[in-house]
């Protein structure tokens, strides 16, 4: 559980380098605070190189920019796991159990194949839904717009 009495959210994917550092800076970023977050992978990836961009277009700062691993944290300790891939949300539950586990199917932006501008719509996307659902889920009515 968590060590304070702030709800305590782990949002996880495969390589920690995209929707996971993304899930975990929204989240901060409109609780303002309310929640404890923090964002890992099922392994360590490398960091990506367009996720600043797009957090810092509508002023939210990246708060981890180092990806880790699941290994690298007790997720025992947390209240809740949002799994953002079906791989992190299988290791997750094979760690923890299905009772703090939730699977978001959020697009991976790095599938998309087109211009530049298409690729950036893709992560903008990614950004939106991550934002509407930890709206909808953690944050009632007292979150940043």
Known sequence: MADD?????????????IRS?????LAAHLSAGTLSVDSAGVYEGGQDPFIKMILSEIGVELTEENPKAMNDLNIDRFDVVIALTPEAAGEARRLVGSDKVKFWDVENPTDTRGTGDELMEAYRRAREDLAARIRADFLSGNEKP
């Open 5 to 17: 009495a702030r709800t305590s959210i782990l949002f996880i994917c495969n390589q920690n380098s």
């Open 21 to 25: 550092p993304m899930a975990a800076a």
